[in-house]
T-cell receptor, first 114, second 114 residues
């Protein structure tokens, strides 16, 4: 079975631009989460979605938004990119998103803002 | 609020030696605890998790961790290090209930010397 898949794997954007990152969860998983991992740090939680509803949001500005589609795939949007948004963006999926559920991560999307 | 502290940003051991990576957590509710491994330029792979029950948890690749509530610790060990264990290791905690997002430590980079 396919794991969590993300696209694109690498991208370079200019300050002020907008970016959309995409994620397909493991088949049967209904919860998708997004994390930002800055070089040398642990991942930071951005959003969690379950059954197309936002279940949780981390401490990120409103420039960050996300949504989940009926097929449970998800996209993360970041507007007005800043240099500090350069990071690895990880998508994760789990069966129900509840505490204790095993969370599986994709390989990530490397975003460089210049 | 929950938090995770990983003691030692970098640990170096010889091949065949004991691996001990330290993790302490703070949580106002019984936590769910996880260890993930990240190889260079890759996503996160689950090593093991503790939810309830037996406090000694066995994971993949010969790793295990013990949940010690009195010490608020969840240290990761492996009796004999292998060169392929060189990677970054992250300890994470999640709360119970419907919001299962992970809070990560800053990570410990493990080097294995021949």
């Amino acid at each position: 079975d396919a794991g969590v898949t993300q696209s694109p794997t690498h991208l370079i954007k200019t300050r002020g631009q907008h970016v959309t990152l995409r994620c397909s969860p493991i088949s049967g998983h209904k919860s998708v989460s997004w994390y930002q991992q800055v070089l040398g740090q642990g991942p930071q939680f951005i959003f969690q979605y379950y059954e197309k509803e936002e279940r949780g949001r981390g401490n990120f500005p409103d420039r960050f938004s996300a949504r989940q589609f009926p097929n449970y795939s998800s996209e993360l949007n970041v507007n007005a990119l800043l240099l500090g948004d350069s990071a690895l963006y990880l998508c994760a999926s789990s069966l129900q998103g509840a505490g204790g559920n095993t969370i599986y991560f994709g390989e990530g999307s490397w975003l460089t803002v210049v | 609020a929950q938090s995770v502290t990983q003691l030692g940003s970098h640990v170096s051991v010889s091949e065949g030696a004991l691996v001990l990576l330290r993790c302490n957590y703070s949580s106002s509710v019984p936590p769910y605890l996880f260890w993930y491994v990240q190889y260079p330029n890759q996503g996160l792979q689950l090593l093991l998790k503790y939810t309830t029950g037996a406090t000694l948890v066995k994971g993949i690749n010969g790793f295990e961790a013990e949940f010690k509530k009195s010490e608020t610790s969840f240290h990761l060990t492996k009796p004999s290090a292998h060169m392929s264990d060189a990677a970054e290791y992250f300890c994470a905690v999640s709360q119970g209930g419907s919001q299962g997002n992970l809070i990560f430590g800053k990570g410990t980079k493990l080097s294995v010397k021949p």
